[in-house]
């Protein structure tokens, strides 16, 4: 059976040691080149982060990876996974108590990765459940908040999804038009009213952390909703049904009519776009991670496909310059990808990790994933059209991580911003 995170790996932080002794031992022994691990990243992850990687490992690829594509297929999520992901220890992994690990960044990095492998749409599951609401739970909501929903979250039984998108209002979220007010009945509660849009988890969410502006200040707060006290014609969550990416995980829309939420559960200090943003950049965080590990996974079946598939005079295409060269270019990418998430994950840790990095990460590997994932795709010649090979579904998803939580171009223009100065977006 799988090794959940342990309580030893909530508590170890740190990198691994490596002594001087031993660097002397092999200076002179020839390494040889590990092309699942061509700049030998392992060697930068602790004890218990790499015990936490097998862990998540063994679980995605002999629990989920056998699901994947009847679910894309049928556009069928298994609420269950985030059940057993819970039994594990692997949901809201960094938060520290409420039944959650604590452990590091990297170490979340290393889930995500592990997640994605098998398919962006469950990491996309994940990612909301841990670091979007979860994530902004923890760290903006009172503590009552977080001992009544972090740990029956944690556990996979209570869903979440994160509302801040809208049908108008995408790469402008400063401009939505979801409102709450004093509700006019129900003292004590406020009344939210608004559209949102592209919401992973929304039809089977248990709890939606909603963004609205107040009417009396206009500025933008957090909502904590609980589904099962909301009047009937409150609140519905349909699906969006026949997606072209990501349709291993259920998305759909939030609509509130006059939706009663206790002032309670208003988020009590963050106002502005700072609450979305911190929690929104944390997900970006792991979508870098995530992304490396669908371009990992293209690279592992291309190679495969390659070697097995012979062509001009019983030649295994793996032979040939320009299927070689994409195997080059993919395994690069992706290795340059893992170091740049590792390095911005001790950082997060250490407080040390602007914005912007994530902004740089998140464009970056997701930009490279796409690419060369299309480009590995070439290699299946016509077999790529067949999902039983899985390229063709990575493809399709990938272009959709490289789209949300901030598209490739406007993160371009927030490092942009910081490198010059000016503001580019109006």
Not at 127 to 133: C, E, K, P, R
Not at 158 to 171: K, R, V
Request: proline share 5%; aromatic share 8%.
């Amino acid at each position: 059976m799988f090794r959940p995170v342990c309580k030893h790996a909530a508590r170890q932080l740190a990198r691994p040691s490596r002594s001087a002794a031993v660097g002397k031992r092999h200076l002179h022994t020839p390494v040889p080149f590990d092309w699942k691990d061509p700049l030998g990243a392992n060697n930068m992850f602790s004890e218990d982060e790499l015990a936490i990687s097998e862990t998540a490992e063994s679980y995605c690829q002999d629990r989920m990876l056998p699901r994947v594509l009847e679910a894309y297929r049928n556009e069928n999520f298994d609420r269950k996974i985030l059940e057993e992901m819970g039994e594990l220890g692997l949901l809201g992994a960094t938060i520290q108590g409420y039944g959650c690990a604590g452990v590091s960044s990297v170490a979340s990095g290393l889930i995500t990765r592990a997640v994605e492998r098998v398919d962006s749409g469950y990491r996309s599951g994940y990612s909301v459940q841990s670091a979007l609401v979860m994530g902004g739970i923890e760290e903006f909501g009172t503590e009552e908040m977080k001992e009544k929903y972090l740990p029956d979250m944690a556990k996979g039984k209570m869903l979440g999804c994160f509302g801040l998108t809208e049908p108008n209002h995408g790469s402008d979220p400063g401009s939505i038009e979801t409102i709450a007010k004093p509700h006019p009945s129900k003292k004590g509660h406020y009344s939210l009213s608004g559209s949102k849009t592209w919401i992973t988890n929304s039809p089977i969410a248990d709890l939606l952390l909603v963004w609205a502006k107040l009417g009396s200040t206009g500025k933008i707060r957090g909502f904590v909703i609980e589904r099962d006290q909301c009047p009937p014609g409150t609140l519905e969550t349909p699906p969006i049904k026949n997606k072209n990416g990501l349709r291993a995980s259920i998305t759909g829309m939030i609509q509130l009519d006059q939706c009663p939420v206790p002032e309670a559960n208003m988020f009590p200090d963050v106002e502005g776009l700072k609450g979305p943003f911190s929690c929104l950049n944390s997900a970006r965080y792991g979508i870098a991670w995530g992304t490396m590990g669908a371009l990992e996974d293209c690279i592992a079946r291309a190679r495969e496909y390659a070697l097995e598939r012979k062509q001009f005079k019983g030649n295994p295409i793996a032979k040939y310059q320009l299927v070689q060269k994409k195997l080059a270019d993919a395994t690069t990418d992706a290795a340059y990808g893992i170091l740049a998430a590792t390095q911005v994950g001790r950082l997060k840790d250490e407080g040390k990790a602007a914005p912007e990095m994530v902004s740089m990460i998140k464009r970056q590997n997701c930009d490279r994933a796409l690419v060369n994932a299309r480009a590995l795709q070439e290699v299946f010649g016509g077999n790529a059209v067949s999902d039983e090979y899985g390229i063709g579904r990575h493809v399709a998803n990938l272009f959709v991580t490289q789209t949300y939580e901030g598209q490739s171009d406007i993160h371009s223009l927030i490092l942009g911003r910081t490198i010059t100065g000016i503001q580019a977006f109006y």
